[in-house]
């Protein structure tokens, strides 16, 4: 088999080992103490029944696991580590999986050093080797000596051979000694964790009161022992954890589908308390496709196309670390923009270095916003600086002007300062360019906004997001582009960070509520502008691509990489990635985190009113001294069939982005209970108890009336002390309870709206779980080894037909809340 350039990973656990794994939870301890009091007693159905639903509960998780885990490959494939190799006088990028030793690899800031390499050429190249050696400090590389596998590259560019791969490397060395587990349980599933414990305890109590009470009453000892048992049984939501999984997965799937790689789960939750978003104008607001639209030389602004500039060309060509040769274009859209103004002018990359052969460069940095190249030309060294027209002006003394140079006198500086002034306040953004500390001019770019940036942040507006845009470009470029977006209309709503500077961060704070734009900012700043955030109260997701960004990008509460330009450094530090670098796509993000957060919840609730009213019905029953409603057998049945499916279509559903984006921010300490969370539990557990009661006591009360007898409890023991009365109520309660459920979902799509106004077709699985619910609730009733098993009766065709219309009265609940709630609004 093939060496591959990838770590042995630590073999995953086996099938046998994934069960008992799904088995080690409170809720299958309870069914477990359950099956074994059951055994006790020589209820042998229902321990089986019982060990059939832990095993059924089982094989779903671990099938679920294994889902999850194809999905989980997926998205390591999908953010995979790329390699740029020469090969064949071509560069081309490469998954890194696919390098072997002596391939030539290109590197440059923010790329994830790929294999063990020694290098061949170093420009200022420094690498932070914490990942080998524990030191977080850059170490400075030189030619002929090497950089390691999993290493980050800080600064600077080099190129080297590729000496080790995989395994052999030396971080493989150290990977082959250690095995790495982590835990994948996100605050939430932790929070359910503690809620499954909760309500076991809830269980064993309410056992033991009800057994308590029982023996106080004189009921039958073993009677109440199975009685306790249907109790405990009640207590518990056993499709809970799985669901919950599940729901996850299928999130994190879609939010991928839509362009978000999840890479650390508990954002899912926090994307629904986001409250403001700081994102990057080029390539995220914008279409990071730019182009040169004007240039500034000998005093006055040009239209690009109109004639070709004396000395510009050159200088912003030879200082440029991009690639253009024919279809293949790599590098930053900046350089390649200068690359294709160039070339417009038949002005082209690769003849100029073989006339002018690079000796020396100081790469761009976002602190020092510029790049320097030395070159040779006519026997002499010359120098370039491109970068940002502060910075450049600031290392300049001379101007060059109609082919002579000319002191830069401080009147030529402020003309020069008014072209950018000039060219910036129409949006474009502006470079500068010297040779030898020599001004030779500006260059003007355009990047055109994305159409579905403005929708999005109108979006984000109602949601109460408030969108805030980070910049290195000039303050008048900002503002325009700022404008434009509907983000800002006065200059006074943009910072820019030498401002920024000044400011305590006690005054940024106060100040930074009434901030849309922040300009001529330094990756260190973005940490400052986070922070300022989340003191005055707000939930920060920022974007980032650079090496640099990667401090914000953890500092956020929400960290969001570039997918196709983001550096390896930004992706490694970020809890989501892009893969189209679009800022719609953070809307929609933000909307599918609120979409999985609420399906859980609206899954949650359901199955808590669904046990909550099998707990009334147990409990209000033998509180009363009535035989018991329902055997444990039903409790399981219902548990798995009728609760199981229909919450598993909730957790499916696909949620109106539309609704969700028009609630508020969601606060990150709330409880899944809140917003009438405790409500809807208690309203529609009582609801469901009193509907199987009134099923379960029908047939008695009826059988009183015909007998004149007078309707007391005493009476109502009486009747119900005929097995073959007691099968039939029984199996009256059990089909009420089970098929109300199977309702009750149905409403719980959406508490907002009326069933009549949902979209039924958008969740196909609801339909799923409503016919297979009822169809498997009619098989215990029909079939006559399902009759046997469960002690129910066959029921008519009439009893059918009012059972599921006293079995849809959650429905009917649910409209008239919506009712309700719509009086009150009008009122």
């Not at 500390?437 to 997001?465: T, W």
């Not at 080894?785 to 009265?809: C, D, K, Y």
Request: net charge neutral.
């Amino acid at each position: 088999m093939k060496n591959e350039n990838r770590l042995i990973e630590e073999a995953p656990p086996s099938v046998l080992e994934k069960f008992v794994s799904q088995l080690n939870n409170p809720f299958t301890f309870v069914l477990f103490a359950a099956a074994a009091i059951s055994l006790l007693l020589s209820e042998y159905s229902d321990v089986i029944v019982i060990l059939a639903v832990v095993i059924f509960n089982g094989v779903f998780g671990v099938i679920q696991e294994g889902k999850a885990e194809h999905a989980l490959a997926a998205l390591k494939k999908m953010t995979s580590p790329t390699a740029l190799i020469r090969k064949g006088g071509t560069v081309r990028r490469v998954p890194a999986v696919s390098l072997e030793p002596g391939d030539v690899v290109l590197l440059e800031a923010g790329d994830q050093v790929p294999a063990d390499i020694q290098l061949t050429e170093a420009s200022h190249l420094a690498v932070e080797e914490s990942a080998l050696t524990g030191e977080s400090l850059p170490v400075h590389k030189s030619a002929g000596q090497s950089v390691f596998m999993s290493t980050l590259i800080t600064d600077g560019r080099g190129e080297g051979v590729v000496t080790k791969i995989g395994m052999d490397t030396e971080i493989g060395k150290i990977a082959a000694l250690i095995h790495k587990s982590e835990s994948s349980q996100t605050p939430l599933q932790k929070r359910l964790g503690k809620l499954g414990k909760s309500l076991s305890i809830l269980a064993l109590v309410l056992c033991a009161l009800l057994f308590a009470l029982a023996l106080a009453m004189g009921r039958d000892v073993p009677e109440m022992l199975v009685t306790a048992i249907s109790l405990a049984v009640a207590a518990v939501p056993e499709g809970l954890p799985a669901i919950v999984t599940i729901v996850l997965a299928i999130g994190v799937s879609r939010l991928a589908s839509a362009g978000t790689i999840v890479r650390k789960m508990p954002s899912v939750e926090t994307l629904g308390s986001v409250s403001v978003v700081c994102s990057d104008k080029t390539g995220t607001l914008t279409q990071n496709r730019m182009t040169v639209t004007a240039y500034y030389e000998n005093g006055k602004i040009t239209s690009a196309s109109e004639r070709k500039p004396s000395r510009l060309l050159d200088g912003f060509v030879l200082c440029n670390n991009a690639i253009l040769a024919g279809r293949q274009r790599i590098g930053d859209p900046t350089e390649l923009a200068l690359l294709d103004w160039a070339a417009s002018h038949k002005v082209y990359k690769e003849a100029l270095e073989i006339r002018y052969p690079r000796v020396d460069e100081q790469p761009f940095s976002s602190e020092a916003r510029r790049m320097a190249t030395r070159h040779k030309k006519n026997g002499r060294l010359i120098s370039y600086i491109k970068g940002a027209s502060d910075v450049v002006l600031a290392k300049c003394t001379e101007l060059a002007s109609y082919g002579s140079v000319k002191p830069l006198t401080a009147s030529a500086r402020r003309t020069i300062e008014q072209a950018v002034e000039t060219m910036s306040g129409e949006g474009l953004r502006v470079l500068a360019l010297a040779e030898d500390n020599v001004f030779l001019g500006l260059v003007g770019m355009k990047d055109p906004v994305r159409p579905e940036s403005l929708p999005a942040i109108r979006r984000f507006r109602e949601a109460g997001i408030q969108t805030v845009m980070i910049t290195g470009d000039h303050k008048n470029t900002a503002f325009s582009i700022a404008k434009e977006l509907e983000l800002a209309d006065q200059p006074s709503q943009c910072l820019t960070g030498e401002e920024l500077d000044r400011l305590s961060d006690e005054e940024l704070e106060q100040k930074i509520t009434n901030c849309r734009v922040f300009a001529r900012v330094s990756p260190g700043h973005k940490v400052r502008i986070v922070k300022a955030f989340q003191k005055s109260g707000h939930l920060a997701a920022m974007t980032g691509d650079g090496v640099n960004d990667a401090p914000s990008l953890k500092t956020a509460d929400i960290g969001i990489a570039m997918g196709k330009c983001g550096t390896d450094v930004a992706k490694g530090a970020a809890d989501m990635i892009l893969t189209d670098d679009n800022f719609a796509t953070i809307e929609k993000a933000i909307a599918g985190g609120r979409g999985i957060y609420e399906n859980i919840r609206k899954s949650v609730l359901f199955l808590l009113s669904s046990n909550f009213g099998e707990i009334m019905t147990m409990f209000t029953a033998v509180a009363a001294g009535l035989a018991v409603p329902l055997q444990a057998i039903h409790i399981l049945w219902v548990n798995l069939i009728t609760d199981s499916l229909p919450a598993l279509a909730l957790g499916m559903d696909k949620n109106e982005d539309a609704l969700l984006m028009h609630d508020p921010p969601r606060d990150p300490e709330e409880s899944l209970m809140a917003h009438g969370g405790w409500f809807c539990t208690c309203f529609y557990g009582f609801l469901i108890a009193g509907i199987s009661l009134f099923a379960f006591l029908m047939l008695p009360v009826l059988m009183l009336r015909q007998m004149d007898m007078e309707l007391t409890l005493g009476n109502l023991r009486v009747a119900l002390e005929t097995p073959a009365v007691l099968a039939r109520a029984q199996t009256y309660a059990f089909t009420t309870l089970g098929v109300s459920q199977l309702f009750h979902a149905i409403g719980m799509r959406n508490q907002r709206k009326s069933i009549f106004e949902m979209n039924h077709l958008q969740n196909p699985m609801m339909f799923l779980a409503l016919f297979l619910g009822l169809g498997l609730q009619a098989a215990v009733t029909e079939i006559p080894v399902l009759i046997r098993i469960f002690g129910t009766a066959p029921l008519a065709l009439h009893e059918w037909g009012f059972l599921l219309a006293l079995s849809a009265v959650p429905l009917f609940a649910h409209q008239l809340l919506l009712l309700r709630k719509s009086g009150k609004k009008k009122g």
